[in-house]
């Protein structure tokens, strides 16, 4: 008998939702209504997270009012614009490294792609039928580094889960944060109290088109280091 049956685990079942789980766009379905009961279960699944503590102050906000993600989409793309613009320090990161790649790298080949999905749901996110923020307790702005990982860490590992079990159920969302350049205003829509801190902002919608497939990724094993920094296996 497999280890995976002893465990009772399909690996092969549980690898497919980890390797095919990514940021979806252009295949998200905006026609098409999504239960609540099933945003219920995948948030019912992302609170068996791992949390700091077990403090278990993480917070999901589920919008499905179609005035309100109307509101929450044309924030959306105003940060789209701030961050198009060069105004962000990840913006500035980004054109730097992307800069650094040769025209034969995965990254340049796959450029064209990712902005075209970018725009495509810059245009279309107050059509996507549920918005989820996902929110943690507290502000940590000028906490020490490792109150910072500790408290991050706990909400994005929930937000993560979340997006997992969306997939095992056909589901598919877009980790995005562009949102986050307006804050407050965001919180305003929703009320989200001022002691929290939104951390990702989610559409999620059902699945169009055939099976997702595993991204294209740069090889892991060039990127993992053994005992010493640049030292791999």
């Excluded at 056909?170 to 929703?190: M, P, R, Y």
């Excluded at 109290?193 to 055939?210: I, M, R």
Aim: net charge positive; charged share 20%.
């Amino acid at each position: 008998m497999s280890q995976e049956a002893i465990r009772g685990i399909d690996l092969a079942s549980v690898d497919r939702v980890l390797r095919t789980t990514r940021t979806v766009r252009q295949r998200l379905d905006l026609e098409r209504p999504v239960p609540p009961e099933i945003i219920e279960q995948c948030i019912d699944i992302a609170y068996q997270a791992p949390t700091g503590a077990n403090s278990q102050t993480w917070r999901f906000v589920v919008v499905t009012d179609a005035d309100k993600r109307a509101k929450l989409g044309e924030l959306y793309r105003k940060g789209s614009e701030v961050y198009l613009a060069g105004k962000t320090g990840l913006a500035r990161t980004n054109v730097s490294v992307a800069q650094g790649y040769a025209a034969e790298d995965l990254r340049t080949q796959q450029m064209p792609a990712v902005v075209k999905s970018a725009v495509w749901l810059i245009e279309n996110i107050h059509r996507v039928p549920v918005h989820v923020i996902a929110c943690i307790e507290g502000r940590f702005v000028e906490e020490d580094l490792f109150t910072q990982a500790a408290m991050y860490g706990s909400v994005l590992q929930a937000a993560w889960s979340f997006q997992l079990a969306l997939r095992a159920r056909g589901l598919g969302s877009a980790w995005t944060t562009f949102n986050l350049l307006f804050e407050k205003e965001t919180a305003a829509i929703v009320g989200i109290p001022d002691t929290y801190t939104q951390t990702v902002f989610l559409p999620v919608a059902w699945l169009t088109g055939g099976d997702v497939h595993p991204a294209k990724r740069l090889p892991s094993k060039s990127l993992t280091y053994w005992n010493d920094w640049g030292k791999t296996r």
